[in-house]
T-cell receptor, first 113, second 114 residues
Framework: GDSVTQMEGPVTLSEEAFLTINCTYTATGYPSLFWYVQYPGEGLQLLLK?????DKGSNKGFEATYRKETTSFHLEKGSVQVSDSAVYFCALSDGNQGGKLIFGQGTELSVKP | KAGVTQTPRYLIKTRGQQVTLSCSPI?????VSWYQQTPGQGLQFLFEYFSETQRNKGNFPGRFSGRQFSNSRSEMNVSTLELGDSALYLCASSLDPGNQETQYFGPGTRLLVL
């Protein structure tokens, strides 16, 4: 079945460092891909999405490109801030299953001043 | 526009009891999905509703059920609670079902089963 694999955390960075969180997926159809972020004690917030190959999603300085050839959707940010500390989830939605989201295990990011 | 609201936010129950959680979607959204989040299993899909019909169901036992009302509000019910049902239950809404639609999540209901 469909699945999402993320790099394990926790990831600890200094402020202004470059961030990459790897995400790869397995899907039989043509999924849409999402990054969600979860702050402590809260629900999930959509960070960005891409619905077809080679699309780039971007928001708040974060970017991810839908790479069909490598089945990847890596999250990047050029300069992280302390306020970016959170858990990041990569997810896919396979059109054969309506809006059902399949999530990776999440990557905890901690940014130190 | 108000976001997805879930009630109650926190709940403590004992084994064997049943519980009902409520979700009000963003105004105009017609599709509602439910997810269970636990430290061990991560985020897992429970079910999806659209136009008062269950469109999709995850791999959970029959103790987990849900429904959607004509105003798109949704409830989920867990009967005969087990310790392993302790989790954060998240509701998400979208305009319509479909893999390109963005799902917007509520803050969740944290259920503790003792």
């Amino acid at each position: 079945g469909d699945s999402v694999t993320q790099m394990e955390g926790p990831v600890t960075l200094s402020e202004e460092a470059f961030l990459t969180i790897n995400c790869t997926y397995t899907a039989t159809g043509y999924p849409s891909l999402f990054w969600y972020v979860q702050y402590p004690g809260e629900g999930l917030q959509l960070l960005l999405k891409a619905t077809k190959a080679d699309d780039k999603g971007s928001n708040k300085g974060f970017e991810a490109t839908y790479r069909k050839e490598t089945t990847s959707f890596h999250l990047e940010k050029g300069s992280v801030q302390v306020s970016d500390s959170a858990v990041y989830f990569c997810a896919l939605s396979d059109g054969n299953q309506g809006g059902k989201l399949i999530f990776g295990q999440g990557t905890e990011l901690s940014v130190k001043p | 526009k108000a976001g997805v609201t879930q009630t109650p936010r926190y709940l403590i129950k004992t084994r064997g009891q049943q519980v009902t959680l409520s979700c009000s979607p963003i105004s105009g959204h017609r599709s509602v999905s439910w997810y269970q989040q636990t430290p061990g299993q991560g985020l897992q899909f429970l079910f999806e509703y659209f136009s008062e019909t269950q469109r999709n169901k995850g791999n959970f036992p029959g103790r987990f059920s849900g429904r959607q009302f004509s105003n798109s509000r949704s409830e989920m019910n867990v009967s005969t609670l087990e310790l392993g049902d302790s989790a954060l239950y998240l509701c998400a809404s979208s305009l319509d079902p479909g893999n390109q639609e963005t799902q917007y999540f509520g803050p969740g209901t944290r259920l503790l089963v003792l």
